[in-house]
């Protein structure tokens, strides 16, 4: 087979090129990313990676920061992991070349929201910009790493093991063995075979019509790994940030909580700072108190927006700590240091994901989830402001060791036989006629999803979204055959299934907690301290279209619904 590597990364952000570098000691590595290299949400990280460097910080105050963001459904010894080897993981990055800020010789700390230390390193507020860029570099020049660009994943190869006694059929646990992979440039679908497949795929911002979120992040990780059978978790605990910029001009632009962090104040149309109505931290409470504040505001007085108001800051200080921000600002004729910016919430972060154990390892064998597309037990109910970057290198980080550890006796199992499908994609469909489908059925379900599983839900829309959403898969899955395979039409599946499972999770969920607040069960209720876990429904087919082999009894497959205790 051509496409045969140790490891097959699909991903170019902080988890995919992490893993990448440290893997490419023990075997070959290929890369995938469906647009160009660098185009990742980690790129446009802006305020930075928590740890613990400041001299009155603890591991104690960042774990008990993270656990109260997590609102109770934490997993506590992955909080004591992550806070813990944090440092080490910075370290890393600042031995490959991260030049993050300093006072003199120490990091320079920034403050964010629910953090009761300063401990955010940061880069000027291009962040993940650096980062990105000196992993990138150094994945490029490591002989054992190759790089494919537009090369989009449609789904996973999964070999079933299974044992026949007489007439019992005993079910064991799948293998991962690789991907089918679309070329967009060629045009092509090829068979990627590998040792271990990472899935490192990001965010799924973009299932909702505002986001801050780049246009790759379309949740695929989640939807190959759930039609693979892989189980997902707390898919209802969506983070929207509370300030992107609202312009017409500007797509998807963040203004950092960093800003609230240097004293940045939310006020109304008429000046007037409302966030002390809401919460004793004003605003630096967490995440979602700020984005319900605003969602209200905005609902009660019918306006559009609400602003951040940092004119009371020095203008040179300004543009020194937030020069990206100041620029873009500037260039659509908001002068930050004189004018307050209009900002709105949008789909910022997905909590939840593919479930992994502290290696990164998913419930299929050989297949792991680094980044947001997983569920490692961090992040709970709500992710704390930072956390995220620092989780993908921590996981990045394991899984690699976990693999380096295992590839030699993976070497030694023989390959199975894999379908080529090294077959012209625009083949697959008898033409292209109804390519409104796809952008009609984009727009549907991004704005459903916005106006019925937004900040604030109640179980009617709930119940309403997941009708329509049922109805919209049925019709996908009777048209998209007939419509040659192409990017807009494999995303479009794959917002759809990730919205479907959003919601049934939300409808699950009769509490409020953390990220999900429903106003028809506006109080926590402990009898729902556990995560909700997704797995395949049995009846449902594979949506992949490309041929998708598998000898696996449907009465495998597992329930639709658990809960997983904690
Ligand atoms: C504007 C913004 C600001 C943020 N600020 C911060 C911050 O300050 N601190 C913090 O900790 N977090 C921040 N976050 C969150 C953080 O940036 C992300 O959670 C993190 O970068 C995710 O990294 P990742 O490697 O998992 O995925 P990404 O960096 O998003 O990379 C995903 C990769 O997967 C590829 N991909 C996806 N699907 C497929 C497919 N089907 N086939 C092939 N390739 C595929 C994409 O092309 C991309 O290369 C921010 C996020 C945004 C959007």
């Not at 990138?136 to 006694?165: C, G, R, W, Y």
């Not at 609230?260 to 630096?284: N, S, T, W």
Request: hydrophobic share 40%.
């Amino acid at each position: 087979m051509k496409n045969q590597f140790d490891y097959l990364v699909i991903g170019s952000g902080i988890a995919g090129l992490t893993f990448a570098l440290k893997a490419a000691r023990s075997g070959s590595v290929a890369i995938v990313t469906k647009k160009e290299r660098l185009e990742t949400s980690t790129n446009y990280a802006q305020g930075g990676i928590a740890s613990v460097f400041g001299q009155d910080d603890s591991f104690g105050l960042h774990v008990q920061d993270t656990l109260d963001a997590g609102d109770g459904l934490c997993h506590p010894e992955i909080v004591d992991l992550v806070v813990r080897t944090g440092p080490e993981r910075i370290r890393d990055l600042v031995e490959i070349g991260v030049q993050f800020n300093r006072t003199g010789n120490n990091f320079d700390l920034g403050r964010e929201g629910g953090h009761s230390r300063n401990r955010i390193l940061h880069a000027q507020d291009m962040t993940g910009k650096a980062v990105e860029k000196v992993l990138m570099d150094a994945a490029e020049s490591s002989p054992n790493i190759t790089i494919f660009e537009h090369h989009i994943v449609l789904d996973l190869v999964i070999q079933h093991h299974s044992m026949k006694t007489g007439s019992l059929y005993l079910h064991q646990r799948d293998i991962c063995r690789g991907a089918y992979i679309l070329d967009t440039a060629a045009d092509q679908v090829h068979t990627f075979a590998a040792n271990a497949v990472l899935l490192c795929t990001g965010g799924a911002g973009k299932v909702y019509l505002y986001t801050s979120n780049p246009d790759v992040a379309t949740g695929d990780g989640l939807a190959i790994a759930y039609r693979a059978g892989a189980k997902l978790a707390n898919l209802e605990f969506v983070q929207f940030h509370p300030t992107c910029l609202y312009h017409p001009a500007a797509k998807n632009f963040l203004i950092s909580e960093a800003v609230r962090g240097e004293g940045g104040r939310l006020i109304d149309r008429h000046g007037r700072a409302f966030m002390e109505k809401y919460h004793p931290m004003k605003d630096l409470a967490f995440r979602d108190v700020v984005a319900r504040a605003i969602d209200t505001e905005m609902k009660t007085t019918g306006d559009d927006c609400v602003f951040l108001d940092v004119s009371h800051l020095d203008a040179e200080f300004l543009k020194a700590r937030f020069p990206n921000i100041y620029r873009t600002c500037l260039s659509l004729g908001v002068d930050i240091a004189k004018d307050p910016i209009p900002v709105v919430p949008a789909a910022h972060y997905m909590c939840g994901g593919i479930i992994t154990n502290s290696s990164g390892q998913t419930t299929i064998q050989n297949l792991y989830a680094l980044g947001e597309c997983a569920c490692t037990g961090l992040h709970g109910a709500n992710r704390l402001a930072s956390n995220s970057l620092l989780e993908a290198m921590v996981f990045a980080h394991a899984a690699a060791q976990d693999c380096t550890r295992q590839i030699e006796s993976w070497r030694n199992r023989s390959l199975p036989d894999m379908p080529d499908c090294s077959e012209k994609a625009a083949n697959q469909g008898s033409g292209n006629n109804e390519m409104v489908l796809i952008a009609h059925n984009w727009d549907f379900i991004r704005r459903l999803m916005w106006n019925y599983v937004g900040i604030v839900r109640t179980d009617k829309r709930l119940a309403l979204a997941l009708n329509h959403i049922v109805q919209i898969r049925m019709e996908l899955k009777e048209h998209m055959p007939k419509i040659p395979v192409n990017s807009d039409l494999v995303e479009l599946q794959q917002i759809a299934l990730v919205a479907e499972l959003i919601i049934r999770c939300a409808v699950k969920r009769k509490e409020s907690r953390g990220l999900h607040f429903n106003v028809d069960h506006p109080a926590k209720d402990d009898a729902w301290l556990k995560d909700t876990v997704v797995k395949k429904n049995p009846a449902e087919e594979f949506l992949s279209t490309v041929p998708f082999k598998t000898d696996e009894p449907a009465s495998d497959r597992g329930q639709v619904l658990s809960f997983r205790h904690r």
